[in-house]
């Protein structure tokens, strides 16, 4: 039973470029979570998907930051013409419920480097 | 701000002892939860304790949860060497879907 699986795991751009982050949900689960982690600092959340809705995207920034949970096929947080700032740990966390009241499962991250 | 806050913000026990870890959080809660963070890695869930739950336990992991306080406490036990990782208080927003992290207490068991 394979947990939630993120590809890459390390990603670098440069600045402008776009960063596309996959997330592949435990089997089964219909709840996806995008977190932002930066270096010494707690997750912050950015987005909270049910297949094909965005049910709550409070965290995300406004500009250049888009996600989705398409029907068929993984998550995907896309981050436009990239700058230095994204640089982080983004990690994706899926649950069978909604996780404030229920274990959610988290990938190993995708580690964005903006140069 | 709902983010929970840990203390202490780093602690170095040795193997055999027991590790305490305090968090602070401001506003009503439904529950609150303890995740574990390994060098930087994905997040693994520990425990979730309910707010009419005063204390749990799970193996070697003791949480305990005082509302009136609005504060809870990790014990983890005969501690080992692979309990070196970051451990993260984390409460529900009261306003949408977001869990909220603090800035974790990293923990560092030496043989």
């Known amino acids: 039973n394979a947990g939630v699986m993120q590809n890459p795991r390390h990603l670098v751009r440069r600045r402008g470029q776009e960063a596309r982050l996959r997330c592949s949900p435990v089997?089964?689960?219909?709840?996806v979570y995008w977190y932002r982690q930066l270096p010494e600092e707690g997750l912050k959340f950015m987005v909270y998907?049910?297949?094909?809705?965005?049910?709550?995207e409070s965290g995300m920034p406004k500009e250049r930051f888009s996600a989705e949970f398409p029907k068929e096929g993984p998550s995907i947080l896309r981050i436009q013409q990239v700058v230095r700032g994204d640089s982080a740990a983004y990690f994706c966390?899926?649950?069978?419920?909604?996780?404030?009241?229920?274990?959610?499962?988290f990938g190993q991250g995708t580690r964005l480097t903006v140069v | 701000s709902q983010q929970g806050e840990e203390d202490p913000q780093a602690l170095s026990i040795q193997e055999g002892e027991n590790a305490t870890m305090n968090c602070s959080y401001k506003?009503?809660?439904?529950?609150l939860q303890w995740y574990r963070q390994n060098s930087g890695r994905g997040l693994v869930h520990l425990i979730l304790?309910?707010?009419?739950?005063r204390e749990k336990h799970s193996g070697r992991l003791r949480v305990t949860l005082d509302t009136s306080k609005k504060s809870s406490s990790l014990l983890i036990t005969a501690s080992r060497a692979a309990d070196t990782a970051s451990y993260f208080c984390?409460?529900?927003?009261?306003?949408?879907?977001?869990?909220?992290f603090g800035k974790g207490t990293s923990l560092l068991v030496t043989p």
């Open positions: 089997k089964g689960h219909s709840h």
């Open positions: 506003t009503s809660i439904n529950n």
């Open positions: 304790i309910r707010s009419n739950e």
């Open positions: 966390a899926s649950s069978l419920f909604e996780h404030q009241n229920t274990e959610a499962f």
């Open positions: 984390v409460t529900g927003s009261n306003s949408g879907y977001a869990l909220n």
């Open positions: 998907l049910q297949k094909e809705n965005i049910i709550d």
